[in-house]
């Protein structure tokens, strides 16, 4: 807590995804927008705040609470660094967090020597669905957990102009479906059933053009046996009037029943032996990414400056995610099933 009424918050980054942070961040009644900042100035400009390319200049003039980084991980430590030098002591960062694993333990360390908390801007748990999975299994609506699986498919990855659009950067990206995409399912699956105990993968690149994974399955083994799957494919679609909604669907299955999580956000539940389903969250109507994810994030993280409630994902828990992560890879280079070290709950 730092004793204040409302946050003073300025913005590193201003590209695609950008938006959805800046205009969650002007919703809120205790968050106050002083800056923007992004190399290409025309761009800091267009979010109608103080425009800067100069982070350092940003943050001296403007004195922010808290710095929200939209930038992607090749930035991140050289941001943090610069807010870090600055003072600033509440920082959210994009994921995934910096580059890899190593630099990510760094910057956490740096970060925590001067007493200042970096959240990491993981979003998906925080969409509403996963909030009601999360509800009916602490209730134990469907019995013992057996099993989740999520299929993704976004239908964004075929042909020579895939993700051009949008993100271009995720052409160039050698390490893509994992390290961009199947991380949000990694942290929504120990956020749903705990940290996993060991993993195994098995990764492929479908499209030419790009120059990492774009398809896979990974297999988590969680506490009390029970098992994730997550089945990527970005070349493949579901039934959904917007792919990037739930950007696919799953299956939460035990021993009374099984949770549906379809393409519109719905999420049912159907009752073993039975046929017939009854309604947990209906369907979502919200224009936005995600279900509004980054404004439930945003709003969190308010909280637990403002309030002191616990704050999910700081960048030391975080890091569980990012080795969870290079276990993947090394799972899916030699063909075989990878333990995870003994990690620390969220």
Not at 39 to 51: H, S
Not at 118 to 131: A, C, D, L, T
Not at 266 to 284: E, K
Not at 305 to 323: C, H, K, M
Request: charged share 25%.
């Amino acid at each position: 807590m730092i004793g204040k009424s409302h946050l003073k918050v300025a913005c590193v980054g201003a590209g695609y995804f950008s938006q959805f942070h800046y205009g969650s961040w002007a919703r809120m009644a205790r968050a106050r927008l002083v800056g923007s900042c992004n190399r290409d100035l025309e761009k800091a400009r267009a979010t109608g705040l103080p425009a800067y390319s100069d982070l350092t200049m940003m943050l001296m003039e403007q004195n922010p609470d808290l710095l929200d980084i939209i930038l992607p991980p090749e930035a991140h430590a050289q941001a943090i660094r610069s807010a870090l030098a600055a003072g600033i002591k509440w920082i959210i960062c994009q994921k995934p967090f910096c580059v890899d694993l190593a630099e990510a333990r760094q910057i956490t360390t740096e970060a925590e020597t001067v007493g200042a908390t970096i959240v990491v801007h993981e979003n998906f748990r925080f969409q509403p669905w996963y909030r009601a999975i999360k509800l009916a299994l602490d209730n134990r609506e469907i019995g013992q957990l057996h099993q989740v699986t999520f299929r993704l498919r976004p239908g964004d990855g075929q042909g020579p102009e895939a993700y051009l659009a949008r993100q271009p950067y995720f052409q160039k990206m050698e390490r893509f479906l994992v390290h961009e995409t199947a991380v949000h399912w990694v942290d929504t699956f120990r956020y749903l059933l705990g940290n996993p105990v060991s993993v195994y993968a098995d990764l492929r690149r479908l499209n030419p053009v790009i120059a990492g994974e774009d398809a896979g399955y990974i297999l988590f083994e969680h506490p009390g046996g029970v098992r994730s799957l997550f089945d990527g494919n970005r070349h493949l679609d579901h039934s959904a009037d917007n792919l990037r909604r739930t950007m696919g669907e799953a299956l939460v299955e035990g021993t009374e029943g099984t949770i549906e999580l379809r393409g519109d956000g719905a999420v049912t539940l159907r009752r073993f032996g039975r046929a017939d389903t009854r309604l947990l969250l209906a369907a979502d109507t919200w224009d936005g990414f995600g279900g509004d994810c980054v404004h439930a994030l945003q709003s969190h993280v308010v909280s637990g400056i403002l309030d002191g409630t616990p704050l999910e994902n700081r960048a030391q828990s975080y890091l569980v995610v990012e080795a969870i992560e290079e276990a993947i890879y090394a799972s899916a280079a030699t063909g075989r099933r990878q333990a995870l070290q003994e990690t620390a709950p969220e």
